[in-house]
């Protein structure tokens, strides 16, 4: 357990030594920051506090919008209407922007996360081919199981901090721009049953926890490229391909009955929520688990198969 242990440090210190791994984390943080400062000094709506007679001000809205909607799409002035009613019948003082809800505004910036691991997990077995360190790897009294093994939880850790990085520096210059309204504030969100009130920090958590299974299906799909084929261009491509085309394919094979058990039609785990419709009919919460279970020990299999069982001496 011990030589598993030193394993994961050895890859994770190879993995920060390199600049596109600091860079990777700057663009993150780069990309974050622009959208509180667009957010802050560009959206006026975010900074809008409401006083004591907040009931008025927000029928005022409700009137004006209906009046002179030159400033708005029919779409989202429509929205705004429906939002300002159900404050107002539910008697619900609208919260001012916070911290919490730039962080949920944020989960989005998931899918970079997705980018960036594909790029990692790709290149972190395919390289050692390439460059020829794959025989100084494996002449230490590890197995090669071990060796392939903390490369793949090398890029779990990966993911992960850069997932916690996500959360924590959206908090950091949430909290910067727009101040902290507490922890777990409540907001009113809409979702398929129409609007309601919810508290923040559960739905970023279930936010973030939907974003985890597509970020480490792709990250297993890419590891498995890169261990059959060695070759990192190619896992980077085919893996970031699929992933930006995985949903757009979908809608163009809908009709046959197996295009239900395609990984990319159960990626996104939040179809089901709050109720959500499937993507496909026949689909549920519990055939998606079972599928993306499928799908992963094949990944974990064949990225077994191709490290341990392939003769390399004339790498």
Do not use: C
């Not at 923040?200 to 936010?207: D, K, M, N, R, S």
Request: cysteine-free.
């Amino acid at each position: 357990m011990s030589n598993f242990i030193r394993l994961i440090q050895n890859e994770n210190m190879k993995l920060y030594s390199k600049k596109a791994t600091w860079v990777m984390i700057g663009i993150l943080a780069i990309i974050v920051l622009a959208v509180g400062l667009i957010l802050r000094f560009m959206d006026d709506n975010n900074l809008k506090e409401y006083g004591d007679d907040w009931r008025e001000e927000l029928q005022v809205e409700n009137a004006s919008v209906q009046n002179d909607n030159g400033d708005y799409t029919e779409a989202s002035y429509r929205v705004n209407i429906e939002k300002n009613k159900y404050h107002l019948e539910n008697d619900i003082k609208p919260q001012s922007y916070g911290a919490m809800q730039f962080v949920y505004d944020n989960i989005g910036l998931a899918m970079l996360i997705s980018l960036f691991t594909i790029i990692v997990a790709a290149g972190i077995l395919a390289n050692e081919f390439q460059w020829g360190t794959i025989k100084l790897l494996l002449i230490r009294p590890v197995t090669r199981l071990k060796i392939l093994a903390s490369k793949y939880v090398a890029v779990l850790i990966y993911a992960l901090t850069l997932l916690v990085f996500l959360v924590v520096f959206s908090w950091i210059v949430g909290a910067l721009l727009f101040g902290i309204n507490g922890l777990n504030p409540s907001a009113v969100m809409y979702d398929i049953n129409g609007y309601k009130q919810v508290s923040l920090l559960p739905e970023i958590i279930e936010g973030f926890g939907y974003r985890m299974v597509n970020l480490v299906m792709m990250a297993t799909f890419a590891f498995m490229i890169s261990a059959v084929f060695r070759n990192t261009s190619m896992a980077i491509g085919i893996a970031i391909f699929l992933m930006l085309a995985g949903n757009t394919i979908i809608p163009f094979v809908s009709q046959y009955s197996w295009a239900k058990y395609i990984l990319f039609a159960n990626t996104d785990l939040s179809q089901y929520q709050s109720g959500g419709h499937p993507l496909l009919d026949g689909m549920s919460l519990s055939f998606s688990i079972s599928v993306l279970l499928v799908y992963y020990v094949i990944f974990i299999v064949a990225s077994w198969l191709s490290f341990t069982k392939r003769d390399i001496a004339g790498q």
